[in-house]
């Protein structure tokens, strides 16, 4: 069985699709794709009105996702699912792609609390602790503090009545140990079955011990309680998934029905994971309970000999020697129970139906470099949040979580374990939080199509195959109500479809596309593998040093030109090794890294260290030195780093380890001083691709050399264009700000070849430049009147503060010589379309904003520029989120007229 992949990725493979007839025209894998918030069921003339324009804007695949704003009581409702039906037919009508988003608002699992509903035992258990030196104890005050700093509408979306309630409190395991100095399970006692609950209510119990604690010694308690009002499952139950499959896919399907595999090619599931909660008793490494079934206990027995209760005993405090090993021995148990019984579960199912699995788990890296440098508030060892590789498994298309527009981990991370599984690059969902307001679902209308796209270009840089926009909205909510969520204009903005800059849309999606397209044939060349640290990850927590050194390492690689990807010990275990390089997950490395790495699963990490550091290649680490393997109480030897470092990797050191490794293919040497992002990859008959970008505010140059003669062609991703070869020894590459640059060369079979230049317009003559500063006039808006208006700044400063939409500029230019003219506009905030005599020239929503005029004869021409701001004046406007200042909004410095050099 073959299931189709998400946005028609089978087309990817088709031998009818030539790498060049996918660069000039990308399918929807490669196209920008989006979740499109429905804040009510909307009605078939609204869904074939927003399809068409998702669809002319060049979006390739879209994902139905009901909103807060939805009442939850309508999601699958009969009227829901003849309303989604329609959409889908009209989707695939346009060409659309269709994917299935799991459920009600987010986190995946509850189908807007049908799953629970009227199956109590499948709600959410989870496992409390205590710890004193007293013979009673309670467990209270228990509250999910990251679901609380949402606010009031999202705890009435994930519990009853707003209300966070327990019952059924049970003593899963009670122990009495030392109060420090544990120095091996033999000074710790399984009391569990003299301990009782005593007394219990909603949202507290008391228990006791019928035995003695002597001077020097405490009582830990573990108790599990379900919350009685929790909408959210436990995921340690296959049942709970079952359920889920039952009431909240299984009536989509059944909706579906003829439009599946196409154009409903996927599901995608979205942070499935319980409630991180905290309690006045909370003690310990361990930062959140954990859920609990009895399944579990079973679990960890068949992984290790030791007492369930006093490994327990173990996530909490040092037991002796063996704690790191029973802790990361524990985590691995549970979490490959949490993934078999939920992922498992959905995977078998999709397979059943013919379409594929895809979607992301919490990322608690998310706008982070550092492993969890994002949601930094939860212990990520409780969720399926840790065994990325492992998840992974059970997708059929990897896809991945990013927040913001600034570069990250999540898609290098994502390729990594996608190529670890047979696959490679992936999805990447972006949502914008707010950086101005401590209201993060307020969002960030200001954001730009410059910035957005900068971020798209990064991203597929370091792993990215489609973008996913957080998202297109249904409607743009209501005025005069800030609150998050409930109005849809707060959700996580921006709604970018009202945006006034929405019409450029399809110039982002069609570069972006192409650039997707381009870096698809081609294996990345990694010369480094950063191995990914599951079990020191697991047996130390969240705030361990591997978090920031794996950060570091990233940041520090990047920042010398030198990319990498993220290995697990399977994939070190399975390697191939030949002449110094180490072959796994189908990528060639010189260099492996250990960051911080002091825990493995196995000795056989070690046996592939030693043969790869004795065939001559190289092994670097930092940080902790490695002391534990998880299946083996032996004293191990650590094979011999080429180098270590004592603390974080910093700038010489990686320029120096990096400078050891051997070169190969194409070399790209700086020119200037900061670096432009970079891709380069090989293709099987010899070519390299290379993507390069500079998302600066300066000039950048690079020079491409080989070694000997080369042959080096252009393909533009703006317009599709591929340039004939030419034949060089080297070329230098100029690149201004916010420039892309796709590439390919190859050794060339000739040997006559010149040193060349790759650029991008003529050179403008700055001798006989016009300013054009005075003499415009202004309108906000098509119906509104000009009035006269400077362009040293913006509209917002100028008597239209709250104008968000297209302001309409004019001015007369006067010519006195003929020739071919450029348009320079050095600021506009933030798109524009020019128009020359009542003729559009063109379009740009990101720099360089120039438009070349063509042959202006000698005269009086009149020039009109259409030019779209940011929402954000508009939409904040009389709330907390605006900020300081209004945005920048239209013409911001002088414009100039510029004659070509003859």
């Keep these: ?33 989006a979740y499109w918030f429905w804040h009510s069921i909307p009605e078939e003339a609204v869904c074939r009105a927003q399809l068409a324009d998702f669809q002319a804007k060049g979006i390739g695949t ?141 949202v507290s119990c008391t228990y006791a011990f ?70 006045d008793q909370m003690s310990g490494d361990l930062g959140n309970s954990l859920l609990f079934a009895p399944a579990l206990q079973r679990a960890i027995t068949r992984r290790t000999d030791a007492p369930f209760a006093k490994i327990l005993l173990a996530l909490l405090q040092d037991i002796g020697s063996g704690t790191l090993r029973l ?126 796209r900068a971020q798209a270009i990064r991203l597929h840089c370091l792993g990215m195959r489609q973008f996913i926009w957080h998202g297109v909205y249904q409607t743009d909510g209501r005025d005069d109500d800030p609150t998050p969520f409930v109005n849809p204009r707060f959700d996580f903005a921006p709604g970018i479809n009202f945006e006034p800059w929405w019409s450029y849309h399809d110039l982002f ?11 698809e044939p081609a294996r990345p060349r990694t010369p480094i593998a950063i191995l990914y640290p599951l079990c020191t990850a697991f047996a130390h927590g969240p705030r361990h040093s591997h978090a920031t050194h794996i950060g570091v390492w990233c940041e520090q690689l990047l920042a010398q030109g030198c990319d990498f990807m993220f290995v697990s010990e399977a994939d070190l275990a399975g390697a191939t090794i030949d002449a110094g390089q180490l072959t796994a997950s189908g990528l060639a490395f010189d260099a492996v890294v250990l960051p911080s790495v002091t825990v ?49 990797p910093e700038g010489r050191d990686v320029a120096a380890l990096v400078s050891s490794l051997p070169s190969w293919g194409p070399q790209i040497e700086n020119c200037s001083d900061h670096r432009p992002w970079q891709w380069i990859g090989h293709e099987a008959d010899g070519w390299r691709r290379i993507v390069l970008f500079n998302d600066g505010s300066d000039d950048l140059a690079v020079e491409i050399s080989y070694g000997c003669a080369f042959e080096c062609e252009e393909w533009s991703p703006a317009d599709g264009d591929i340039h004939a070869p030419i034949t060089l020894q080297r070329s230098l590459v100029l690149l201004k700000p916010q420039e892309v640059r796709c590439i390919r060369v190859r050794k060339a079979a000739a040997t006559i070849a010149s040193n060349g230049a790759l650029q991008a317009l003529p050179a403008p003559d700055p001798v006989e430049t016009i300013s054009l500063a005075g003499g ?26 709250d104008f968000s939409g297209i302001g309409i500029y004019r001015c007369q230019l006067t010519i006195t010589t003929q020739a071919d003219w450029v348009l320079e506009l050095p600021k506009v905030e933030t798109a524009v379309t020019a128009f020359l005599d009542g003729q ?48 920048k909004s239209g013409l911001t410095a002088v414009p100039k007229l510029v004659p070509l050099s003859s």
């Design 600 to 648: 493995l699963e196995t000795a056989n990490t070690l046996r592939a260290l030693e043969a790869f550091r004795a065939a001559g290649g190289a092994i670097w680490s930092s940080g902790e030195r490695l002391s534990v393997t998880c299946d083996s109480d032996a004293q191990i030897t650590f094979p011999e780093a080429s180098a270590h470092i004592e603390g974080h």
């Design 327 to 452: 802790r990361a021995q524990f985590y691995a148990g549970y979490s490959a129970l949490m993934n078999e019984a939920f992922f498992g579960t959905l995977r078998r199912w999709s397979e059943t139906n013919g379409i594929a699995l895809t979607g992301h788990e919490i990322l608690p890296h998310i706008a982070s470099w550092s492993l969890n440098g994002g949601f930094t508030s939860v212990d990520p060892r409780v969720a399926p949040a840790v065994d990325f590789f492992g998840i992974d498994a059970y997708r059929h298309e990897t896809a991945v979580d990013s927040n913001n527009f600034r570069a990250q981990l999540a898609p290098k991370l994502g390729d990594s374990v996608a190529r670890s599984n047979g696959r490679s690059r992936c999805m990447v969902e972006t949502y914008a939080s707010a950086e101005r307001t401590t209201r993060r679902a307020a969002g960030q209308w200001e954001l730009t199509l410059e910035t957005a």
């Design 62 to 202: 879209i994902l139905i996702q009901a909103r807060l704003s939805l009442p939850r009581e309508e999601y699958l409702s009969p009227s829901y699912l003849a309303a989604y039906r329609v959409a889908a037919r009209i989707a695939g009508d346009l060409g659309l792609k269709l994917g299935i988003y799991d459920d009600y608002n987010w986190i995946s699992g509850h189908a807007g609390g049908r799953t629970v509903a009227g199956r109590d035992t499948l709600r959410e258990r989870h496992l409390f602790w205590s710890s004193a030196s007293s013979s009673q104890g309670s467990i209270s005050g228990i509250h999910p503090p990251f679901v609380e700093k949402m606010g009031p509408d999202i705890l009435g979306w994930q519990y009853e009545k707003g209300r966070v309630e327990w019952c059924d409190w049970t003593v899963e395991a009670a122990v009495l140990h030392p109060l420090s100095g544990i120095e091996s399970l033999d000074a710790i006692s399984d009391v569990t079955a003299q301990t009782v609950i005593t007394a219990s209510d909603a």
């Design 1 to 33: 069985m073959r299931t189709q992949g998400p946005g028609g990725l089978a087309a990817v493979t088709d031998p009818q699709i030539t790498n060049r007839a996918l660069f000039e025209n990308p399918t929807a894998a490669f196209r920008p794709s």
């Design 509 to 519: 999606a069609d570069e972006t596309a192409r650039i997707s397209a381009f870096i």
């Design 840 to 887: 559009q020239i063109g379009r740009r929503a990101w720099r360089p904003y120039r438009f070349a005029l063509g042959r202006l004869s000698p005269g009086i021409h009149m020039l009109e520029l259409h030019v779209a701001n940011t929402a954000a004046n508009r939409y904040y406007s009389n709330t907390p989120y605006l900020g300081d200042t209004a945005d």
């Design 776 to 801: 415009w006039s202004f309108s906000p808006g098509l119906e509104a009147n000009f009035q006269s208006i400077s362009v040293n700044a913006g509209w917002e400063t100028q008597g239209f503060a």
């Design 210 to 279: 019928g035995g003695r604690i002597e001077h020097g010694q405490a009582l830990t308690v573990f108790i599990s309680a379900r919350s009685s009002t929790s909408r959210l499952i436990n995921y340690l139950l296959p049942e709970a998934a079952e359920r889920f499959i039952e009431v909240g896919l299984d009536p989509l399907l059944e909706t579906l029905d003829g439009l599946l595999p196409d154009p409903v090619g996927f599901v995608f599931y979205d942070q499935p994971a319980a409630g991180f909660y905290r309690w």
